[in-house]
Antibody, heavy 125, light 111 residues
Framework: QVQLVQSGAEVKKPGASVKVSCKASGYTFTTYDINWVRQATGQGLEWMGWMNPNSGNTGYAQKFQGRVTMTRNTSIRTAYMELSSLRSEDTAVYYC??????????????????WGQGTLVTVSS | QSVLTQPPSASGTPGQRVTISCSGSSSNIGSNTVNWYQQLPGTAPKLLIYSNNQRPSGVPDRFSGSKSGTSASLAISGLQSEDEADYYCAAWDDSLNGHYVFGTGTKVTVL
């Protein structure tokens, strides 16, 4: 069965960086995008960006441009999301999610069919 | 900042029908399909409806989705206690080089 298993909780100081991993199993890793979504406590869902594990191509939400980097290691079927220059407002649960429905740059049908369990990142001095 | 607007809350008694609206614009709902996610307390979101009105395997047919113009809606018929959760609409948005947008979220309470 399809599973996305994320790394454990992190506590970081303001200004530091955090790297969260998402290990995929149960399907061909390079066939589907990996997206990252975050959720602050008591708040809604916020899309951060996507990565094509086959090509390594990425697309980031404007809000995170310059601060986020999404990469992958296909040999171990793992995607990574690194967020730098952390501030208290980045305290949130970060989810990876498998994306389906983009055909090149055309994403009329895009949706996320499987999600990781979430990783809590706490930014505190 | 969410660009898809949902009511913050909705409620009903067991067995009732509850409807949640989702309002967007021509660059998102008006051009692309709508998806709905259910988030039970303390858990990761789960895909509930995709491509406006399609249910993934395992999702009860009590859940249905529809779309018209730049708006969409999710209906839950025969409301059950286990339906108490947060619900988010979402769609691809063609502006700003393309990005995915979520709704503001609706908390459904079963009275």
């Amino acid at each position: 069965q399809v599973q996305l298993v994320q790394s454990g909780a992190e506590v970081k100081k303001p200004g530091a960086s955090v790297k969260v991993s998402c290990k995929a199993s149960g399907y061909t890793f390079t066939t589907y995008d990996i997206n990252w979504v975050r959720q602050a406590t008591g708040q809604g869902l916020e899309w951060m960006g996507w990565m094509n594990p086959n090509s390594g191509n990425t697309g980031y939400a404007q809000k995170f441009q310059g601060r986020v980097t999404m990469t992958r290691n296909t040999s171990i079927r793992t995607a990574y999301m690194e967020l730098s220059s952390l501030r208290s407002e980045d305290t949130a649960v970060y989810y990876c999610a498998r994306g389906i429905g983009c055909n090149g740059a055309v994403c009329h049908l895009y949706y996320f069919d499987y999600w990781g369990q979430g990783t809590l990142v706490t930014v505190s001095s | 900042q969410s660009v898809l607007t949902q009511p913050p809350s909705a409620s009903g008694t067991p067995g009732q029908r509850v409807t949640i609206s989702c309002s967007g614009s021509s660059s998102n709902i008006g051009s692309n399909t709508v998806n709905w996610y259910q988030q039970l307390p303390g858990t990761a979101p789960k895909l509930l409806i995709y491509s406006n009105n399609q249910r993934p395997s395992g999702v009860p047919d009590r859940f249905s989705g529809s779309k018209s113009g730049t708006s969409a809606s999710l209906a839950i018929s025969g409301l059950q206690s286990e339906d108490e959760a947060d619900y988010y609409c979402a769609a691809w948005d063609d502006s700003l080089n393309g990005h995915y947008v979520f709704g503001t979220g609706t908390k459904v309470t079963v009275l």
